[in-house]
Structures are given as structure tokens and as C-alpha cells.
């Protein structure tokens, strides 16, 4: 099952995420954990060009509706808090701005990105009862398996915690998606399959995988251009060959949104491979047997 029919079957009907940017933060950056976020993060890789932190949530998902409403017009929506640490806020904020967005018409649930360490139980108890009616989708950022690429990147905090956070959202039957990136510093083909077998084990629904970017101007780019830091230098059939192996140790109920992002071209020092993730798609397909 391909992630468009894991959410057409979860919500009846085609559905489309439009991202918010709700103008928060993340612990990593504002001294709560740490200070200069994650090595390899510019948050404006991913955010796409119509989020607006400066409009309320419902004139975002309004704009978002109208970006999409020409090409389906049945269409229904699931509001995505992307930005940064969507649940870095106090409770009363994150709900209302949550209550908003599900007060939008043909908003259908909600996919909420954010860290392992900031998913309060008092958050998850809410976004239980929220499941009930809705589709809801919490985004880990899990990243690896490894403490010591965790580490090396500033992520801030560990696999321990990632498994615990997982087990959390899970035990209150909120979807898990969690987010894998491939090709941290340091990490052989072995790690990452450790990786992938290990997040098999755990109660997750959706993976999201993607290839270490550098981006210039992080952090990342200075230690790689100090030669503090080496990273891959693979091209787009070597990345898919990785991803065909690591499929194989995917368990099979899990759902892969995607195997490759795609920052705007001109924030990419490497890899540059110059395809669209539909291109991707179709190398990898003719390398995977049967995922
Ligand atoms: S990648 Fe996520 S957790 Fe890391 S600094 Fe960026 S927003 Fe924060």
C-alpha cells in the first residue's frame, strides 16, 4: 500500500496535507534543549512557498485549499503543523490552534512534525480523544538509531527516547509516522539497516525517509567545508540501491510516505541529483522486488 491509499482508506476519499506554519519554534534552537538547532536544519527546505506564519491557521489552510481545490475539487485536507517543533508551545496554544484547524471545512484530521521529547502525555491524551473522529498523524522526528550520529548532528536527544515517545503516541492509538534520515556522518549501509530493523520492531505506522541534504549556510556546510565532517557522495541509483536493501527490512504493514525530499535546488550543496522524487521513484521501483 503506497502512502495516497493508506490515507484514502483512513479517511475515505482523496485527501491532501497543506502545511501550516504556526510561528513556533524549536527546543533545539531557543536554549530550552540547545542552542543553533540541528546541524543539517534550514527549516526553508521544506516549507512550502504558500506558508505564512504572519496568517492565523485558518487563513493558511484557506490559501492551502485554494492552491489545491483547482486540481480536485472533492478534495479534503489534513491540516500539517510542520514548521520547526509543531507541539513546542504550551498546551492551551497547541489546542486552540489545533481546534482551529479542525473547525476549517473539509479539514479531515491533523499531522502534527515534532521531536521525541515534545510530546507531553497531557498532549497525547487530547490528541486521543481528537482520533476518535479524526485522522491523527504524529510525526517523529526519529532520525536514527544511533546515539552517536544523534550526537554528531545536535540532535539533542536519544534513541531511548525516540522508542519511548513511539510507545507513548501509540498506546493511544494515534497514528506514528516517523521521519529517518539516510546517510548521517558516520553511518555505514549496516547502521542504517540496524536502523530500519529496529523501528520494525516498534508499534510504527508511516516512515518517511530522506537523504542527508547539506544546505548551505547550516552548520553542516561549515563543518564539511572545515573538513570537520565527511558525508556521502552517492548518486540517485547508489541512494536507491540503499533504499531497495532497506525495504527488504521494513515490516510489511508499514507505510512509506516517501524515500527522497527535495529542498529548492539553490539551498543544495549536495547531493545534487537533479530528479524529481516521481524519477526516484521509478529507479527505485525497478530495484525493489515486492515493497
Ligand atoms: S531539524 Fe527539527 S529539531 Fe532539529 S533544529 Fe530543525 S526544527 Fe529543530
Request: proline content about 4%; aromatic content about 8%.
Amino acid at each position: 500500500m503506497d502512502y495516497a491509499q493508506f490515507l484514502a482508506r483512513r479517511v475515505g476519499g482523496k485527501v491532501q496535507k497543506i502545511a501550516i506554519d504556526a510561528g513556533m519554534s524549536c527546543p533545539n534552537r531557543d536554549s530550552t534543549l540547545g542552542w543553533g538547532g540541528c546541524t543539517y536544519c534550514d527549516n526553508r527546505a521544506f516549507n512550502p512557498p504558500y506558508c505564512n506564519p504572519s496568517l492565523t491557521v485558518t487563513q493558511q489552510l484557506e490559501v492551502g485549499k485554494r492552491f489545491f481545490a483547482g486540481k480536485y475539487p472533492e478534495m479534503r485536507y489534513l491540516a500539517y503543523f510542520q514548521a520547526y517543533t509543531a507541539t513546542h508551545a504550551a498546551f492551551s496554544r497547541l489546542r486552540c490552534l489545533y481546534d482551529e484547524a479542525m473547525a476549517v471545512d473539509d479539514v479531515v484530521g491533523l499531522v502534527i512534525a515534532t521531536r521525541p521529547d515534545c510530546v507531553t502525555d497531557e498532549l497525547l491524551d487530547y490528541l486521543q480523544v481528537v482520533g476518535r473522529s479524526r485522522l491523527v498523524i504524529v510525526e517523529l522526528g526519529v532520525e536514527t538509531a544511533h546515539d552517536r550520529s544523534l550526537l554528531m548532528v545536535n540532535r539533542c536527544h536519544d534513541w531511548a527516547t525516540s522508542q519511548a515517545a513511539i510507545n507513548r503516541v501509540a498506546a493511544r492509538h494515534i497514528t506514528v509516522g516517523v521521519h529517518l534520515i539516510l546517510g548521517l556522518p558516520g553511518e555505514s549501509d549496516e547502521d542504517m539497516c540496524q536502523t530500519v530493523k529496529q523501528i520494525s520492531k516498534l508499534p510504527v505506522n508511516l516512515v518517511k525517509f530522506h537523504q542527508l541534504q547539506v544546505l548551505k549556510h547550516t552548520e553542516l556546510a561549515r563543518q564539511v567545508e572545515r573538513g570537520e565532517v565527511d558525508v556521502r557522495h552517492w548518486n540517485a541509483s547508489q541512494y536507491a540501491a540503499l533504499c531497495a536493501r532497506l525495504a527488504t527490512y521494513l515490516r510489511d504493514d508499514i507505510v512509506v510516505e516517501r524515500w527522497v525530499a527535495q529542498a529548492p535546488p539553490h539551498m543544495v550543496i549536495t547531493p545534487r541529483w537533479g530528479i524529481k522524487p516521481a524519477q526516484f521513484q521509478q529507479i527505485l521501483n525497478s530495484l525493489m522486488i515486492d515493497k
